[in-house]
């Protein structure tokens, strides 16, 4: 069986797999798609093609849509040329249960997948028409936290942004330049309305999608590349809305495992690939069952029914209580504990983690302890409920082949938010003192950029925009020397970009740097777990 529009019509053989299809003329889905698009997504991405859309497939099912979503990849084009082309943009989703079952369907809801880039004139065409579209109602955005940042450590643009404000949308390479591009095109071929819709896991992302877009747009006025009524324009929320959301889905690389099951079963050409961007991405995506999606309901020109599809569509406010109980208390702290914790022991799964006692009485406490009680109930959800999903349910599962190794990536970009936010709330009621978990954690994310485990061996360290600025801020630490900290710590944990709080401002700095001493020997970090 081969993943393919012609592929598909082996109807019976897919069935016979327990892999169920598409309810719609795909055809006719894609000639209406790319007639009048409604929804283009940038982020071609695994939690994009496992998750959202799903969502519209559901609709499409359901005839309360008759157009899918055109996905454009702003960072990797290898996704496009050897994940979208060869396979008709059609995905395999293989739902993992906890049991060791699958749960498999075709997501066939992508009319089309484009390379995002000025180098690519063909598709670069392509998307400037879709974006000229007055019916186009959404862009929506799966490109990771750092796809927003525009400035380094310092303050200072990075060198690709530079470029972009100097060149000009016609040349853009950022991603948020080459959305401002695509904005400033639809406000010269009619200025219609949409909204732009982060999904990405960070908090307030519509806040962040908006101040970067916004930026670009304010330095292209200045350098003449477009007039004072495009900021006004894109300014404007009654014209261009930037909603706010709060996603949650585990959906880790593709699985030795499920290769193996899938070309068992006489699946064709399933193999994963890695690009040269070093993404790790398959014909098919292998995800929890789990998943929650709730987006601030502000569309100016409209959007599809995304209610009916399992969307909680509420106000502002609500999506914001429930992003801050999932990133900063109920999931996403403990992953990112159980991420560096877990490279320095050798773990290779967050499952096999959460059978030790250690490890799990870790995150327990950071979750039960330290977080929930300062989380606020957004209402829709209950914190611990949710909680108690997480912690017995989800992360524990021993089919989600999800790694420490995959979570430790641009944990720079995630700390202020995940421990950070705990922490002002701590300050703010006068108990930052209680806090040991989230301290032992940020001590051991320090310790793993050292890039030796916990017995002495060489380490790999995963990808991080600031890997290198930290690693040379340490660089006088050695491994086996308590005494070679010195002042090294000062000036990271000082810094509020990285803690959103100067750490030295609380209780919790001295915390770090005894924790951190402490790792520095052969089996210092599983010291660390028992005594706290």
């Not at 974006?131 to 936290?145: G, H, K, N, R, V």
């Not at 109920?330 to 250690?358: Q, R, S």
């Not at 806090?435 to 001590?443: H, K, V």
């Not at 900290?485 to 509020?496: H, I």
Request: charged residues 25%; negative net charge.
């Amino acid at each position: 069986m081969k993943l393919t529009n012609e592929g598909l019509r082996q109807v019976q053989a897919w069935k016979d797999h327990g892999v169920k299809l598409p309810e719609y003329d795909r055809n006719q889905m894609t000639e209406a798609t790319l007639k009048a698009p409604v929804w283009v997504h940038f982020g071609a991405g695994n939690i994009f093609r496992g998750f959202i859309a799903g969502l519209q497939q559901r609709l499409l099912n359901a005839g309360e849509a008759d157009r899918g979503i055109i996905a454009a990849e702003t960072f990797d084009g290898e996704i496009i040329d050897r994940i979208y082309r060869p396979f008709d943009s059609l995905t395999l989703m293989i739902s993992l249960k906890p049991d060791g079952g699958t749960d498999r369907e075709v997501i066939a809801s992508l009319a089309d997948g484009l390379k995002a880039s000025p180098a690519e004139e063909e598709d670069w065409g392509r998307l400037k028409k879709i974006f000229e579209a007055p019916s186009l109602q959404m862009a929506s955005f799966t490109i990771t936290e750092k796809g927003y940042a525009l400035r380094d450590l310092k303050g200072e643009f990075f060198p690709v942004v530079q470029q972009d404000l100097k060149d000009g949308p016609e040349k853009a390479r950022h991603a948020m330049a080459i959305v401002t591009a695509m904005m400033l095109h639809r406000y010269v071929s009619g200025a219609s309305p949409m909204a732009l819709v982060s999904m990405d896991n960070c908090s307030h992302n519509g806040e962040k999608l908006r101040g970067s877009v916004l930026e670009i747009a304010r330095e292209w006025v200045s350098g003449g590349f477009a007039d004072e009524g495009f900021l006004k324009w894109i300014s404007d929320e009654t014209k261009v809305s930037f909603p706010w959301s709060m996603i949650d889905k585990i959906t880790p690389r593709p699985a030795p495992s499920i290769t193996r099951m899938l070309a068992d079963e006489g699946f064709e050409d399933m193999e994963p690939v890695e690009t040269a961007r070093h993404t790790f991405i398959a014909p098919f995506v292998n995800a929890e069952i789990p998943q929650y999606l709730v987006v601030e309901d502000r569309f100016p020109n409209g959007r599809p029914a995304l209610e009916k599809a399992g969307v909680f569509m509420t106000d502002r406010e609500t999506v914001n209580k429930t992003e801050r109980m999932k990133v900063t208390t109920c999931l996403n702290p403990l992953h990112t504990a159980l991420a560096v914790y877990g490279c320095l022991l050798g773990y290779h799964l967050i499952a096999d983690e959460m059978k030790d006692g250690d490890l799990k009485r870790l995150v327990e406490r950071i979750g039960y302890q330290e977080g929930l009680p300062v989380v606020t109930d957004p209402g829709i959800l209950s914190p611990e409920a949710f909680l108690k999903e997480v912690l017995e349910k989800r992360l524990p599962n021993p089919f989600m082949p999800d790694t420490p190794q995959r979570i430790a990536c641009d944990t720079s970009q995630k700390v202020p938010i995940r421990f950070g936010e705990t922490i002002k709330s701590r300050m703010s009621n006068g108990t930052a003192d209680q806090l040991e978990g989230i301290p032992l954690a940020i001590a051991a994310w320090l310790r793993y950029l050292l890039a030796v485990d916990d017995e002495g061996n060489p380490m790999e360290v995963s990808p991080d925009p600031m890997r290198e600025t930290l690693q040379n801020a340490l660089e006088t630490v050695r491994f086996g020397d308590p005494d070679s900290v010195g002042d090294a710590l000062k000036p990271v944990l000082s810094n509020p970009v990285i803690f959103a709080v100067n750490l030295y401002e609380t209780p919790l700095a001295e915390k770090v740097e005894r924790a951190f001493r402490g790792m520095l020997t052969v089996g210092g970090v599983r010291k660390s777990l028992q005594k706290v």
